[in-house]
């Protein structure tokens, strides 16, 4: 009997439930083995950003895990339709989240901008609940940079399985965050410079 407690089963013991819990804590709460967009494989979320009026696309290329991506432009009274796309490596990620729409949304936080922004996504990419995941959206620009003494940005949030979710926006800091959820987990986020 002594010897089942001794310090050296308690020790492997604890070895093997630090080893199980460790792997255990790197899965999404109820992740299958086949996730559906895991997040080591998003490598850049890239914006197309088309000026409406003069019907010219500008791409602005956000690498994950390096960081960065040149600002954006925006031109105060413009209209801009904007694409999301996500990669990993060359390979175009977005078909997967369509795929799973029901279990994504993106939310876009401009926290010193004056902009009005509408979910434009067609049927490919709206969510059972009637909710937009938001790969497609209309910008349209009142003030891109409202207080010059502070940095105005995008910070853009693909969330996988929120367990709620709307459209709807919210004051942020000096500007707006359109769409809102609870739960879930990030799959990835940009923070994107805006310039005017």
């Known amino acids: 009997m002594n010897n089942l407690f001794n310090t050296k089963n308690i020790t492997r013991l604890l070895a093997v439930l630090f080893i199980t819990f460790s ?3 790197c899965q999404r709460d109820n992740a299958s083995e086949e996730d559906d967009l895991p997040q080591e494989d998003l490598t850049n979320i890239i914006l197309l950003v088309k000026d409406v009026a003069a019907q010219t696309t500008t791409t602005y290329n956000y690498s994950v895990g390096a960081g960065g991506a040149q600002p954006i432009s925006l031109v105060d009274g413009k209209t801009y339709e904007v694409e999301v796309q996500f990669k990993n490596g060359d390979e175009d990620s977005t078909q ?16 010193n901008s004056d902009l009005t922004l509408t979910r434009t996504d067609d049927a490919s990419s709206t969510r059972a609940d009637h909710n937009h995941v938001g790969l497609k959206t209309k910008w349209v620009v009142t003030k ?9 940005q995008l910070i853009l949030t693909l969330y996988h399985e929120p367990q709620t979710v709307s459209e709807a926006s919210a004051v942020s ?6 769409g809102q959820q609870t739960g879930g987990e990030t799959d990835a986020q940009a923070t994107y410079g805006i310039i005017n």
Do not use: R
Not at 173 to 178: A, K, L, P, Q, R
């Open 23 to 25: 792997v255990m804590s």
């Open 96 to 111: 997967e989240i369509k795929d799973a729409k029901d279990e994504h949304f993106l939310v876009f936080n401009f926290p």
């Open 144 to 152: 891109a940079i409202k207080n010059a003494s502070v940095q105005s």
């Open 173 to 178: 800091g000096n500007g707006v965050v359109y």
